[in-house]
C-alpha cells in the first residue's frame, strides 16, 4: 500500500506530518514524499526542510495521495505538473486526500467539483469558489475524496482512514501508540470556540 | 527566541513537528534543527528524511531545546556528544522540554534526576530507573523542565509553553491557527482508555 505525500515549496509541516505519522503505522504501508522537484522542499516558516526522495514522475500508482496545505497554495495551485499528477494518480487511487488548504489544489485540478470538502476554517470562502461544497466539518468523505481541515485535523483524518482500511482495531492501536489523548490547554481550536476578537481579527489579515 | 530542536537517526516524526509547528509560531521564533552531525536525518520509519541544518556544535545557546523520542532512544542516551551538548545548553535555556521518550534522553543526561516527569505510557517505567519520578499527566512542568507524554501529546506541550512565554492570547490565537480542535475517531488515545487486551498486547510486545 504506498501512500503518497506531496510536498512542495512553503508547505505546512505538521499537514504532512500528522498524516503520515498516522498512515504510516499501517501494517504494509509504504509512504514516500514526493514533490516536482526532489530534493530537500522548505515550509512555510522556512525553518524545516523535508528531503522529497521521489519525482511525480516516478510515483505513478500510489493507494493513497495526502496533500497537505500551507498559507500560500497558488505555487501547485498553479502548477501544470502538479495538477496533472494529481489528475492521473487519482484514476487509480483507493483514496484522495488533503488536509487544511491542500483541498484547494485538489479542488485546483478539478478532483472535488460538485464534492462535499473541508478546508482550513479561513479557507472554506475560497474553496467554494472552485464549485465544492464547504462544510463546517473536521474531517470529510465524500465517495474516496477525504478532506480534512486546518493542519493539525490531519491526525484525525489519518486515524478515520486508517479505521476504513484496516478496521477499529488497528486504529485504536496507532492512537494508543501515538497517545493520541488530546488535552489542550485551551479551547480556542475552531471559530466557533476561539474568543471573537481573535477570529475577527484573523478574518481581516486574511482579506 | 532561539527554538532548539534535537534531531538524531529514528527520531520519530511527529514528536519533533508538533512542537514545531506550534512554537515556530510563537513571535520572534527562530527554530533550528539540529544534530550530531548535520545533513539528512531519518526518521524510525525510515521514509522522513528531515535536514539537521545546524551542528550541536553552532548552536550553543538556545533559549529552548526540545527533544524528541523514538521507539529506541538508545543511540543518543549513550552518545557523549548529545549528553555533553544538553548539559551545557541547559545552563543557559529558559525551557528545556522533551516529547515522548525524550524525556529518556534528558534523563540518561542526568537533567530530570530527582524530578517529576513524564514520558511515553509504555516507558515510563524506563524513565523511573534514571531516578525520576514518573507522572501519568500528558504534560509535566517541573521548574524549566517540561515533559510531555507519547508522540502527539507534543502538540499540547507545544500549547502550555506558548502560553507560558507569550500569554493566553497568543497561545489561543497558535491554536485556532492549526485549528486545533480534536476529534478523535476512537477513544483510545491512553492506556486507560484503550481496549485493555490492545494495551496488554503491546506491554507484552514492549517487553
Known sequence: ?????????????????????????????????????????????????????????????????????????????????????????????????????????????????????????LYLDELASYGVEPTGERVVTDGKYVTAAGVSSGIDMGLTLAGRIAGDRVAQAIQLLIEYDPQPPYDAGSPEKAPADLVAEWRARRI
Request: aromatic share 6%.
Open 1 to 121: 500500500m504506498q501512500i503518497a505525500i506531496l510536498l512542495y515549496p512553503g508547505f505546512t509541516a505538521l499537514d504532512a506530518m500528522g498524516p503520515f505519522e498516522v498512515l504510516g503505522n499501517l501494517p504494509g504501508a509504504d509512504t514516500v514524499f514526493v514533490a516536482e522537484q526532489p530534493g530537500t522542499i522548505r515550509n512555510d516558516s522556512g525553518k524545516l526542510a523535508v528531503l522529497a526522495d521521489a519525482s511525480l514522475a516516478e510515483v505513478g500508482s500510489p493507494d493513497i495521495v495526502v496533500v497537505p496545505g500551507a498559507p500560500d497554495t497558488s505555487g501547485p495551485v498553479k502548477s501544470e505538473a502538479v495538477r496533472e499528477w494529481l489528475t492521473a494518480v487519482d484514476r487509480t487511487t483507493t483514496w484522495t486526500t488533503s488536509v487544511c488548504t491542500g483541498s484547494l489544489i485538489l479542488a485546483a485540478a478539478g478532483l472535488l467539483t460538485g464534492r462535499r470538502a473541508t478546508s482550513h476554517w
